[in-house]
């Protein structure tokens, strides 16, 4: 079984960048296909990007189409999520997920058994 460990969050300005990492580790990372979901604070947990096992991207929110972008390098065993033009509504705690291979939907947080325990993201207008 993988465990993952999000890492990268903090506090940017709007408009600014960051780089969010999903480390696995446990299992055989390139076994899992990947996924980010974000929580804001007082709101549902909502999907953001997936990717396959191999690394072709899946799909994105369209909250975050064009300014998000999803990345996994098996070799190192880690997923991304790079963030650019950052809007204080991107402000939520970003989670990593992984499925073993459940079949559903990229976008539904059913698919994916294991999770990481999120990174903060706070965005400042």
């Known amino acids: 079984q993988v465990q993952l460990v999000e890492s990268g969050g903090g506090l940017v300005q709007a408009g600014g960048s960051l780089r969010l990492s999903c480390a696995g580790s446990g299992g055989t990372f390139s076994r899992y296909h990947m996924a980010w979901f974000r929580q804001a604070s007082g709101k549902e947990r909502e999907f953001v990007a997936a990717?396959?096992?191999?690394?072709?991207?899946?799909g994105y929110a369209n909250s975050v189409k064009g300014r998000f972008t999803i990345a996994k390098v098996n070799a190192e065993n880690t997923a991304y999520l790079q963030l650019r033009s950052l809007k204080p509504e991107d402000t939520a705690v970003y989670y990593c997920?992984?499925?073993?291979?459940?079949?559903?939907?990229?976008?539904?947080?059913?698919?994916?058994?294991?999770w990481g325990q999120g990174t903060q993201v706070t965005v400042s207008s």
């Open positions: 990717i396959t096992r191999f690394g072709t991207t899946l």
């Open positions: 997920a992984a499925n073993g291979g459940v079949v559903g939907s990229y976008d539904s947080m059913k698919t994916y058994g294991y």
